[in-house]
T-cell receptor, first 112, second 115 residues
Framework: GQQVMQIPQYQHVQEGEDFTTYCNSSTTLSNIQWYKQRPGGHPVFLIQLVKSGEVKKQKRLTFQFGEAKKNSSLHITATQTTDVGTYFCAGPKSGNNRKLIWGLGTSLAVNP | NAGVTQTPKFRILKIGQSMTLQCTQDMNHNYMYWYRQDPGMGLKLIYYSVGAGITDKGEVPNGYNVSRSTTEDFPLRLELAAPSQTSVYFC??????????????FGNGTRLTVT
């Protein structure tokens, strides 16, 4: 079945280091969404990418959507302790755009 | 603007007991969803609704029931609690279908333990 895979599963970085998480879909996606979940919290929508090759920035966060619309990445420049959490990507299920297929997330730990 | 409100925040059930997880949203969203999240895992869709009176199954509907009598409310019912239902439950809403790019707004979650 349709799958969305994220790597790495976990990442520990020193504060100030960069961080990247990758999202790979088994099918072409019409769009991809990214969410952040702080420990003990709920997922919070970060951004949506729609166009092939799209790049969007939110302060230190850079999101990319691949040319084939099957992969995406989130890059954080100069991580801070406030970046701690799990980052999820999700894309619409083929044939049923009411459902999202979620990756398992990348958990980021930042050492101060 | 409260967004999506879930109650209770925590609950401990004994095996075989029943309970209803409440979810209400004040954003006039048509779409509402119930997800469960097991430790270290992603989100699994239990049920969803595209409007009042319309519900449909997600990936893991067994052991759960839902209803959608109003736009605002989408309660999740556990009839005979089992240890496998120990999880964190999130209710979410969106203006339109997520495939159309409408983002999900999540509630704070209900942490349920079945012993």
């Amino acid at each position: 079945g349709q799958q969305v895979m994220q790597i790495p599963q976990y990442q520990h970085v020193q504060e100030g280091e960069d961080f990247t998480t990758y999202c790979n879909s088994s099918t072409t996606l019409s769009n991809i969404q990214w969410y952040k979940q702080r420990p003990g919290g709920h997922p919070v929508f970060l951004i949506q990418l729609v166009k092939s090759g799209e790049v969007k920035k939110q302060k230190r966060l850079t999101f990319q959507f691949g040319e084939a619309k099957k992969n995406s990445s989130l890059h954080i420049t100069a991580t801070q302790t406030t970046d701690v959490g799990t980052y999820f990507c999700a894309g619409p299920k083929s044939g049923n755009n009411r459902k999202l297929i979620w990756g398992l997330g990348t958990s980021l730990a930042v050492n101060p | 603007n409260a967004g999506v409100t879930q109650t209770p925040k925590f609950r401990i059930l004994k095996i075989g007991q029943s309970m209803t997880l409440q979810c209400t949203q004040d954003m006039n969203h048509n779409y509402m969803y119930w997800y469960r999240q097991d430790p270290g895992m992603g989100l699994k869709l239990i049920y969803y609704s595209v409007g009042a009176g319309i519900t449909d199954k997600g990936e893991v509907p067994n052991g759960y029931n839902v209803s959608r009598s109003t736009t605002e409310d989408f309660p999740l019912r556990l009839e005979l609690a089992a240890p496998s239902q120990t999880s964190v439950y999130f209710c979410a809403s969106s203006y339109a279908g997520t495939g159309g790019g409408s983002p999900l707004h999540f509630g704070n979650g209900t942490r349920l333990t079945v012993t």
